[in-house]
Structure formats: structure tokens, C-alpha cells
């Protein structure tokens, strides 16, 4: 029966879609799962079985510190990005499509654009003898160089500008999905724009929010080649402390348990992700 | 599982690993590499037939990898002397066979049963004449932020060169230097701490230099000896010049160590050592180098500012190298 043979399709075609992901499961099982395993077993078997890695690094200043750094730039840096993104993306949602498409294109193509070019000419702009304190001392508005680069303005200037994208997708896919009547509803009944932001279109849009936040926030725990070059020493991330302990003091016992507590919390966030927004949104509403 | 992991990493690495008449040299980068690569590389592929296959940079976690995984895709590698004092400790590298490598002109500073040395080099203090008014005429200047204010650049890994800057600016005579203060050095760094711009590369403390970034610094006497070649309106001073070395040392586990052995006796032959000092601006580790070297070369080379000149103690930061280096790394991040 015909009702019956459309019930069975979709059985049928399991195996084929397995068949399919082989490859890529492979792949992820080499070369993503194999060596996390041996990372958690290098964190607890390195100089000696146990948990010493893990009590240094929750045990010592200087450990903590890196530890607080790396949340504080990741908090900045989604807060400024979300701030900054959000005009941009409501702009994209309203925009007419075929001009909506052209910014778009620009902003796919900052992110294509590789990442090490781009944080060399923020560099260039932001360093004492750079474009912006040269033109800000030219012009006369400055005597001193301000202090741009090497500090957590550089990183944080530096990273916004390169999760923008991250926060602007996810953002503009829930602004669009939002009745534009709303807020003419609301308008009708004496909202003031700003409330009508506050109370109607900032609440409608924290999902986009929320997703894009998390995108960017984990992205930023790991982050290595812009907080490096544009941070100064006391702005240490936990990526550039896993790569000293890694390729200069050769503790790899200490370094594979500072990543895997990396691995750790970003996995955390990703579950309280799932739990706030719902994967299928997570998944698909991008 | 930790030997998969290894296993995995080293077998990525080596699939740069050379056939047998090929060998792989892993250096810097940069414009030392490039002066390896001509004077030592170049007339040993001339001489031996076996190719030299050139890699880097120097990445000492990646050293251990390949060592550890058993698949090594570097023959000859160079690196800090410090280090290869340590890795020799740690059984990471092959003991050298001088019947292959000439000893006897080696000088014994930079010689030890696993390492043979490549080059070295002194510690000076450059600045940038147009962002520093007067001179700066010893170490003690860069802790002087009233008579000499501006950002001062030093290397940014632990390694011997910084702490012992500081305890010389604070007073302390050359020849006490070790065992190191930390305290009494950090504290003294603690001074200048917020006017420090720490360079990683060489290529770094170039550009903060010649670019006014940084008004002076601690750079590598080849950096600045290159600035002056090429212009750059740059001073320094050799008053308590302070020397280290790169040596060149073979992976334990190196599959043309044959090969490797016979590189390291044309590297270090007075005649290679010779055309690597003066495309390099940094020293000769074979004592008969200098009589086939211009007499303008010898001039600027290490050698030529014995004076005062103090060398850094290889021994003692081998030994003390990770307890150092923790105390450094947790300094640099509060």
C-alpha cells in the first residue's frame, strides 16, 4: 500500500545517509576525539599519575590570573561586538534584499580575508608611531600617544572587529523572523522608539543574541594570534599560556590539562546554549 | 594513548622527513637562516651530493614530538645553547661523533659531547638616534626613566640575557651575577615594568627599533650589525655585551645521521664559520675563522669587544631553566 511504502522510505534511506558521513566521522574520530583522549591522559599521567596538573592550576596566582584575563576579554569582546553588531544586523534585516546582499557580501568577505593580515594592520594602525596616533598628534588633539597596543584596548579593538561577522548572522536570521507590525503596534499605542526597542525588539531578539554571544564568547576563550600580537604580557590568554607551557617549557602534562579545562567550559557553554535557545535553533535558525 | 598521540603528530612531521641522500636543517628563519643556508648548506651539497632540504622555524615542543614518536624529520637542528644543555639531559638528542666533526679549533665554550656550536653572538644595547636624545651609555640607562623616558624593548622568553641586565643596572659586579638574585632582579624590573615592549623575534626588535616604537633596547648584536647595513639611523653600545650561543644539535633518532655528522663538520669549519660571520654579524665558534675573514668584519663581530664583554652562564640557566622560567612567565603576566 502506498501509505505504507512512504512509511518505509525513510527507513530505508538510513544507511545510506551513515554510509555517507563516514568520511567526515572519520576524520572527526582521528583526528579530534583520539587526541582529546590522549590529552585528558597526558593531563593526568604527566610527570606522575594523578591530579597535580590540575590543583597547580587551580592552586597558583598566576594560573587564576590567566584564567580571569581570559574571561574578561571574552566577556568585553561579546559585549562591544554586541553593541556594535546589533544596528548593523537590523539594518541587514530591513534593508532591501539586493542591496542587503552587497553588505553582506563585504562582511563574508572580512571574514575571509586571513586573520593574520588583518591583525598586522591593526598593528600598524594602532602602535605608537601608527597611522592613528601620527594623524590624532598631526592634527594636534593629542600630545602623547595614546596608549592603543599592547594593552586590553588593542585586544579588544582587534577581536570585535574580527567576530563582528559571528555576531551579525545569527543576529540578522532572528531580526528577520520578526513581524515588522510589532512595532508599528507599538508605535500605535505610544511607545517611544527607544521603548519599542527595549521593550519589544531587544526582548524578540535575544535569541539571535544569545546565540551569536555564545558563538563569539567561546570563539574568544581560545583565541591566540590577536591577543598575542596586539596584548601585552599581563593580558595573557589561556591559548598563548598553553602554547608557552607546550612549545617553551616542555611541560606538556600541564599544558594538556590547561586545554582540556579550555575544552571543558566551552563544552559547558555549549550545553547551557542548548538548554536556553534549543538546539534547533541553535542548529538551524542561523 | 600518549604514544598515539605522538605517533600521530610525529608522522604529520615527517612527511616533510628526507629521502637518503637528502638531509633537513631546521633553523630561525629569517636573515640568519638564509646566511646558514649559503655558506654551510650550499658548499656541503656541493661537496657531498646530499641535499639539504631547509625547515623551521626552531620549535623545541616539536623537537620533543618527533623524539618522543619516534619519527624525527630533523637532522640537524639549531638551538640555544641553554636548551641543548637540557635536552641532552633529557636523552632528547644524539651524541656528536668527532671523529667525523673536527674538534680542534671548536671553541670549547659552545662545545659539549651533544652539541657542536653554530654561532655567537652578544647582547648590545641599540637605540633609535632620532627617538633618544643623548646616549644611552650602559645598561643601567634603560632603568633611568627621567634622563631617558620612552619605551624600552627586551627578549620576551625566559632566557639568560634580561635578569642579568637588571642585576648589573642595579649594582651588581659583573663577576657576582650568579647564582641569580630573582628577587632583587624583578624588583628592579618591576621599576620599568610599564615602558617594557617585549620583542619575540628577531625580525620584531628590528622593526620596534628602526620604526622609533621603542626608543632603545636589548637586541642581538646581527639585528643591529643588519640596521646598520641597511641604513636604519641606529646606535649602540657594547659596554657589558653579554654572550650566548646557538649551537646545532642532531634529534636523537635522526634517520641521516650519517649525513648530519658530515654537516656539522663543514658548519663548523673555519671556512663556512668564516662566510656565515660576515653575511650574519655574529661570531665565529671556530678559533681559526677569523684568519679568513675581512679585516673590517673581525672589527664588528663579538670578538672585537672583549672589554668588559660578560658571558652568559649556559650551565646554570640549563640547570635552573624551568624554575627560572616559571618565576619569569608569572612576573611578565601580572
Redesign the interface.
Known amino acids: 500500500m502506498s501509505g505504507n511504502f512512504l512509511h518505509r522510505q525513510p527507513i530505508l534511506r538510513r544507511p545510506d545517509g551513515i554510509g555517507g558521513a563516514l568520511p567526515a566521522l572519520t576524520l572527526i574520530a582521528?583526528?579530534f576525539v583520539?587526541?582529546v583522549?590522549?590529552?585528558l591522559?597526558?593531563s593526568v599521567?604527566?610527570p606522575v599519575p594523578g591530579l597535580q596538573n590540575y590543583a597547580i592550576l587551580f592552586g597558583?596566582?598566576?594560573y587564576a590570573?590567566?584564567f580571569f584575563?581570559t574571561f574578561l576579554v571574552a566577556t568585553v569582546v561579546t559585549a562591544v561586538t554586541a553593541i556594535v553588531a546589533f544596528p548593523v544586523a537590523w539594518m541587514l534585516a530591513i534593508m532591501p534584499p539586493a542591496l542587503g546582499s552587497i553588505v553582506f557580501g563585504i562582511i563574508i568577505l572580512s571574514m575571509w580575508t586571513n586573520l593574520l593580515t588583518r591583525t598586522y594592520a591593526w598593528m600598524v594602525l594602532l602602535?605608537?608611531?601608527g597611522v592613528i596616533n601620527r594623524t590624532l598628534m598631526d592634527i594636534g588633539l593629542i600630545s602623547e600617544p595614546l596608549p592603543l597596543i599592547?594593552n586590553l584596548t588593542g585586544v579588544t579593538i582587534g577581536m570585535v572587529y574580527i567576530m563582528l561577522p559571528f555576531m551579525i548572522l545569527p543576529l540578522v536570521g532572528t531580526l528577520r523572523a520578526i513581524d515588522p507590525m510589532t512595532l508599528r503596534a507599538a508605535a500605535l499605542c505610544g511607545a517611544s522608539p527607544f521603548d519599542a526597542f527595549r521593550r519589544i525588539l531587544l526582548p524578540l531578539s535575544l535569541p539571535g543574541i544569545a546565540a551569536g554571544g555564545l558563538m563569539v564568547f567561546v570563539m574568544s576563550l581560545g583565541y591566540f594570534v590577536t591577543p598575542t600580537l596586539l596584548g601585552?604580557?599581563?593580558n595573557?590568554m589561556l591559548a598563548a599560556?598553553i602554547a608557552?607551557m607546550?612549545?617553551?617549557?616542555?611541560?606538556?602534562g600541564l599544558g594538556s590539562a590547561a586545554a582540556f579545562i579550555l575544552l571543558l567550559v566551552t563544552m559547558a557553554l555549549y550545553a547551557l546554549q542548548l538548554r536556553l535557545v534549543g538546539a534547533k535553533r541553535m542548529t538551524g535558525g542561523i | 594513548?600518549?604514544l598515539?598521540?605522538t605517533g600521530?603528530l610525529a608522522a604529520l612531521l615527517a612527511a616533510t622527513a628526507a629521502r637518503a641522500d637528502e638531509m633537513v636543517f631546521t633553523s630561525w628563519g629569517g636573515t640568519t637562516q638564509e646566511a646558514q643556508t649559503k655558506s654551510w648548506a650550499a658548499p656541503f651539497e656541493a661537496n657531498s651530493g646530499i641535499k639539504v632540504l631547509q625547515d623551521g622555524p626552531t620549535?623545541?615542543?616539536k623537537l620533543?614530538a618527533m623524539v618522543e614518536g619516534g619519527s624525527v624529520a630533523w637532522d640537524v637542528v639549531d638551538v640555544e645553547m641553554d636548551f641543548a644543555i637540557k635536552a641532552a639531559k633529557d636523552g632528547l638528542l644524539e651524541p656528536i661523533d668527532f671523529n667525523v666533526v673536527p674538534k680542534a679549533d671548536l671553541d670549547p665554550r659552545f662545545t659539549t659531547e651533544h652539541a657542536v656550536g653554530s654561532f655567537y653572538y652578544s647582547f648590545v644595547l641599540a637605540w633609535n638616534k632620532g627617538a633618544v636624545s643623548g646616549e644611552p651609555t650602559g645598561w643601567a640607562d634603560m632603568f633611568d626613566l627621567t634622563k631617558f623616558p620612552g619605551?624600552r624593548t627586551f627578549y620576551?622568553?625566559?632566557a639568560p640575557g634580561v635578569i642579568e641586565i637588571a642585576l648589573l643596572a642595579d649594582g651588581v659586579p659583573a663577576d657576582k651575577l650568579y647564582p641569580l638574585d630573582l628577587d632583587r632582579a624583578f624588583k628592579k624590573l618591576d621599576t620599568i615594568k610599564s615602558e617594557i615592549?617585549?620583542w619575540d623575534s628577531g625580525a620584531q626588535s628590528q622593526q620596534l627599533i628602526a620604526?622609533?616604537?621603542a626608543a632603545f633596547g636589548q637586541l642581538w648584536n646581527g639585528r643591529v650589525f643588519a640596521l646598520e647595513q641597511d641604513g636604519a639611523d641606529v646606535g649602540a653600545s657594547w659596554k657589558q655585551n653579554m654572550t650566548a650561543a646557538d649551537v646545532l644539535v642532531i634529534p636523537k633518532g635522526s634517520k641521516n645521521k650519517a649525513s648530519a655528522m658530515k654537516f656539522l663538520a663543514t658548519a663548523t669549519s673555519a671556512k663556512s664559520q668564516a662566510m656565515f660571520a660576515e653575511a650574519s654579524g655574529y661570531a665565529p665558534i671556530n678559533t681559526a675563522a677569523k684568519a679568513e675573514m675581512p679585516a673590517d668584519v673581525v672589527k664588528s663581530l663579538p670578538d672585537a669587544y672583549v672589554d668588559g664583554q660578560i658571558n652568559l652562564d649556559m650551565n646554570y640557566w640549563a640547570e635552573n631553566r624551568?624554575k627560572i622560567?616559571?618565576r619569569w612567565?608569572?612576573w611578565?603576566?601580572?
Open positions: 582521528l583526528f583520539v587526541p583522549v590522549a590529552l591522559l597526558r599521567t604527566e597558583e596566582g598566576t590570573r590567566v584575563n602602535q605608537r608611531t599592547n601585552g604580557t599581563s595573557m599560556m608557552q607546550i612549545q617553551s617549557l616542555l611541560n606538556w | 594513548m600518549k598515539i598521540l600521530i620549535d623545541y615542543g620533543k619605551k620576551k622568553w625566559s615592549v617585549w620604526s622609533g616604537e624551568d622560567a616559571e612567565y608569572a611578565q603576566a601580572k
